[in-house]
């Protein structure tokens, strides 16, 4: 059983994930006006390293520059917008989905024993999963869904796993 404060934020998540199944546009609009801000935030800390990299490379900087705008541009551009943010979520699940499957199919011909070629079929297993998420997280009420039930599984995974046990073990056997 976990500890006081991983059994809190368990809670929390299954709150928090019973609330985004009950309320799915309200949850992707909140989704998306933080992601938004959080680029557009992104993007005038590019435009600050922009001018404080003039004097050492000015090629450095007109790329902050460029860089910075594009994301003050695509960040207002998301911020609120819930079909951008669906749509941005959907590629991000095809391309992870695309890369563990080539990664799944490269282990199970690159790698010997009987534990690597079950890690690859994971990954080829997981990437069509993640395909098939991708194909569900176009329309906003099903990536709301998927968002809850990670949260759900999420949080009740906290009430009997303490993260930090699992940190202490990996560190233990390196």
Known sequence: MAEGNNMLLGILAVI???LVIAFPLLSIF????LAGLAVVFL????LAQSFGTW?????ASIAFL???LVAVICGI????HILAFSFLTSIALFFAGFFLIISGIM?????EGTAAKGSGGIGIILGILYIILASFAWDPYYLALLIGIWLVIDGIALFFVNPS???NTEKLEI
Do not use: E, Y
């Open 16 to 18: 928090l994930g019973i």
């Open 30 to 33: 909140t989704a998306s006006v």
């Open 43 to 46: 993007g005038i800390w590019l």
């Open 55 to 59: 004097g050492a490379s000015k090629a």
């Open 66 to 68: 460029i860089l910075g």
């Open 77 to 80: 551009g998301l911020f609120g």
């Open 107 to 111: 282990s199970l011909f690159t790698k």
């Open 165 to 167: 046990d699992l940190v």
